[in-house]
């Protein structure tokens, strides 16, 4: 059980247009996902936390305009980014905190696989 | 505020041998701390967690950890390295519980397994 997707695994775009990427909770409901980057041999960062049917809470230094999150229903967020540059290129991972009961207590959030983007 | 320290981007030992990664927190609240591995290309999977429960945290694959509060330090260990144990591994840090918030995470260490 506990297991986070994330679509596309990769995605190559052009300067300029925008990328979706989403982030689904397999077997379990979220009440907060979380997404983070990560550059090339580095850690991750976070970026934004988004609760179900709210505004995502966005980390300092995190374009809110620039990366849009939707967080639609208690299996899928969204991070868009939009008119993206070379410099957005980056590993972008999201992970899930299940609503109450057995996994939630737990105290985990489960990272979904990542998405590779590559900006030309 | 929170954070992570790890020491050393790079370790190398041989198979067989003791796997030492060492992690060092800042927390102003008693903090909740994890150990993930990450593998090329991947995600993050979780080794162990230590939520204020028993010190001494055994974890999948052979790793344990064990939280000194006066050192501020949850370092992990396995007795006997292993080819596949070759990764690299994030210590992280909440102040609110793994699922309640963000995870602070440390830089890295890449771990290195010689034949």
């Known amino acids: 059980g506990a297991v986070v997707s994330q679509h596309p695994s990769w995605v190559i775009c052009k300067s300029g247009t925008s990328v979706k990427i989403e982030c689904r909770s397999l077997?379990?409901?979220?009440?907060?996902m979380f997404w983070y980057r990560q550059f090339p041999k580095q850690s991750l960062m976070l970026m934004a936390t988004s609760n179900e049917g709210s505004k995502a809470t966005y980390e300092q230094g995190v374009e809110k305009d620039k990366f849009l999150i939707n967080h639609a229903s208690l299996t899928l967020s969204t991070l868009t980014v939009t008119s993206a540059h070379p410099e957005d290129s980056s590993f972008y991972i999201c992970?899930?905190?299940?609503?109450?009961?057995?996994?939630?207590?737990?105290?985990?959030?489960?990272f979904g696989p990542g998405t590779r983007l590559l900006v030309l | 505020a929170q954070s992570v320290t790890q020491l050393g981007s790079h370790v190398s030992v041989s198979e067989g041998a003791l796997v030492l990664l060492r992690c060092n927190y800042s927390s102003s609240v008693p903090p909740y701390l994890f150990w993930y591995v990450q593998y090329p290309n991947q995600g993050l999977q979780l080794l162990l967690k230590?939520?204020?429960?028993?010190?001494l945290v055994k974890g999948i694959n052979g790793f344990e950890a064990e939280f000194k509060k006066s050192e501020t330090s949850f370092h992990l260990t396995k007795p006997s390295a292993h080819m596949s144990d070759a990764a690299e591994y994030f210590c992280a840090v909440s102040e609110a519980g793994g699922g309640a918030d963000g995870l602070t995470f440390g830089k890295g260490t890449h771990l290195i397994i010689q034949p």
């Open positions: 077997d379990f409901q979220a009440t907060t």
């Open positions: 230590y939520t204020s429960a028993a010190t």
């Open positions: 992970s899930a905190s299940p609503v109450a009961g057995v996994l939630r207590n737990q105290e985990t959030q489960y």
